[in-house]
């Protein structure tokens, strides 16, 4: 949504933002009229007219709804670090935002809707990014430890080999002290 500038000589645009959003939330409601302008002459000193109290809410709503859309991405944000610490499962957490999505959709802000259904799509795509990782991390942990076993089995028969080849060679060692010897070497005793 492309906003236009606002003019300088624009009523409201001279007002510090606080004060801007304290007449909008208070006074937006209200249209232009005695009632309107009454309270109004209590949070500053100039009056609109009645096309520029109606531009002036025109542009506040626009403000608004920029203001509500980073609102639920500083929730989203929130809920999700929440979630995280307290160990919330990502379906739990996109499950609520599709239900707010919804309620939003329910609502007529459909702003928000697209926001909280775009926020819960993006935490099920990291969710499953991270159990694809957590699962190849989990295979290359496997694959290490069959090769650590696979190396020591072949370090052991190589003793092993060493050792029969060494009573073999032995020139010291009688035929039944050989066959005794080898028999130790492999465990059969």
Do not use: N
Not at 109 to 138: G, M, N, P, V, Y
């Amino acid at each position: 949504m492309a906003t236009r500038k606002t003019r300088t000589d624009a009523w409201g645009a001279d007002l510090p933002e606080e004060t801007r959003w304290r007449i909008y939330d208070e006074l937006g409601a209200l249209a232009f009229g005695e009632d309107a302008m009454t309270r109004l002459s209590k949070m500053c000193a100039e009056l609109p007219s009645r096309a520029g109290w109606y531009r002036f809410l025109s542009r506040m709503r626009q403000a608004d709804a920029e203001r509500r859309i980073e609102k639920i991405a500083q929730s989203v944000a929130e809920a999700e670090r929440v979630a995280d610490k307290h160990g919330v499962k990502a379906a739990v957490l996109v499950e609520t935002l599709k239900t707010l999505a919804v309620d939003r959709a329910m609502t007529g802000d459909d702003t928000a809707a697209q926001k909280f259904a775009a926020a819960a799509a993006s935490i099920w795509d990291r969710a499953q990014r991270e159990r694809e990782i957590e699962l190849k991390q989990s295979a290359q942990r496997t694959r290490d430890e069959q090769l650590r076993l696979a190396r020591e089995k072949f370090e052991a028969a190589e003793k092993r080999l060493a050792a029969v080849q060494g009573a073999v060679d032995s020139p010291q060692l009688t035929d039944a002290e050989r066959v005794a010897k080898i028999k130790g070497i492999f465990g059969m005793r």
